[in-house]
Structure formats: C-alpha cells, structure tokens
C-alpha cells in the first residue's frame, strides 16, 4: 500500500510548547520506520528511527511512537524552537522491499516565536 | 564528514536539452538512490543501487530517464530530451547496511 498524500498539513505552535506530528501508514509489512526534517532547499534530513519489534524510541528532544495495531507513527518534538521549523515526512520500509522507502506526504512545522 | 555531494544545485535548459545530474554518496556507503520531489507528488524513488547494480528502477518514469553507476563513488541521472513536466527537485540519498538512508541537497531543475 501507499501513504503518500498530496496536501501539506500544516501545525503551528508556540516556542517552548511541544510538538505532536501524526503519520498513519497503509502497509501491515513494514517493519521500519523513519522521520526525516526536510528545511527550505535542503534534503531530507534523518532524525530518528524506529523498528516495528519496539513501540517507542526517545532521542535528543525527539520520541516516536509506534501503534502497528492501528499503523500510526507519530514524532513528538519537546520544547519546539524556531529552529524546528521545517517540513517532517514519515517514511516506511516494507521487510519485503528491500532498501525502498516509501515516503509519506509531510506535515509542515511553523513555530511562533 | 561530507555528506551526499549532488551537482548541479540548479540547472535551467530548455526543453530537449539532455540533462546529467551527478551524485557523490558518502564513502562506504553500498546502496544509492535517486528520488524526484515535486509538489503534486512528493517524494518518488526513481531507482536504486546495491554495490553499484541497479535493482529496482520501477519508478523512473521513461525511457528518457537512465541511471548509472560506474563505480562506488559516484552515480549520474540522464534526462534525454527533457521535457518541462521533468521539472522537480531531484535528491540522491545513500546507505549502508541497516542504517537510514542519507540525502544530499538536491538539484533543483527547471525545464522551459
């Protein structure tokens, strides 16, 4: 299955709030998963990453979540700063898919200073 | 470290044109990919590398479009005529093992 969208939601929050951003995958075989930031003219950028045989992984600042029973992905981002502002795409490796991610649509991040 | 080295990062030509784009993937790194980011679509894979072998290259959208990759540090992205719906980014992203894929900048081309 395929969790590409075509808009772009955006979330807005204040500095020093935290962060939730939501991706729901289609695909029952992926067994990995990933967060990439993507800022103005850049690459993607890795985040955080997380394996299907665990439901939570904490980073610097950054956790993800993962519920397979309802394939939903979030990235939960703590005390945003401006600099967090950027464009979050999830993205699923099916096991059967080799090297292939599939890329989700992106959520756009704006934080208000 | 260097990261993922493309190049251009910006190309305009004309339609017709033929277009090389090139990447440099991070040394040691055996898998390379080439993905196109266009508003409507989003992120694609084109196609990918495992120890420079093309295995996949369901995505590229037709024969005007060919991959190659000559040698562990580099790989191009031919666009043969280019056409103006071609436009996009296009991003080489490279990986090792079980490691997350790496993306360089990308190359923002316009076809006119």
């Known amino acids: 299955g395929e969790s590409v969208g075509l808009h772009l939601p955006t979330l807005s929050v204040q500095e020093g709030d935290n962060s939730i951003i939501n991706c729901a995958y289609s695909n029952s075989a992926s067994d990995y998963f990933i967060w990439y930031k993507q800022e103005s003219g850049k690459g993607p950028q890795f985040i955080i990453d997380?394996?299907?045989?665990?439901d939570k992984r904490q980073g610097q600042r950054v956790t993800v979540l993962l519920n397979k029973t309802v394939k939903h992905l979030s990235l939960q981002i703590a005390a945003t700063q401006p600099g967090d502002s950027a464009v979050y795409f999830c993205?699923?490796?099916?096991?059967?898919?080799?090297?292939?991610?599939?890329f989700g649509g992106g959520t756009r991040l704006m934080v208000k200073p | 470290d260097a990261g993922v080295i493309q190049s251009p990062r910006h190309e305009v030509t004309e339609m017709g044109q033929e277009v090389t784009l090139r990447c440099k993937p991070i040394s040691g790194h055996n898998s390379l990919f080439w993905y196109r980011q266009t508003m409507m679509r989003g992120l694609e894979l084109l196609i990918y590398?495992?120890?420079?072998?093309?295995?996949?290259d369901s995505g590229m959208p037709e024969d005007r479009f060919s991959a190659k990759m000559p040698n562990a540090s580099f790989s191009t992205l031919k666009i043969q005529p280019s056409e103006p719906r071609d436009s996009a980014v296009y991003f080489c992203?490279?990986?090792?093992?079980?490691?997350?894929?790496?993306f360089g900048d990308g190359t923002r081309l316009s076809i006119l």
């Open positions: 997380i394996r299907s045989n665990m």
């Open positions: 993205a699923e490796n099916p096991w059967d898919a080799g090297n292939m991610l599939t």
């Open positions: 992203a490279s990986r090792k093992g079980g490691q997350p894929q790496h």
């Open positions: 590398f495992n120890n420079n072998v093309p295995i996949d």
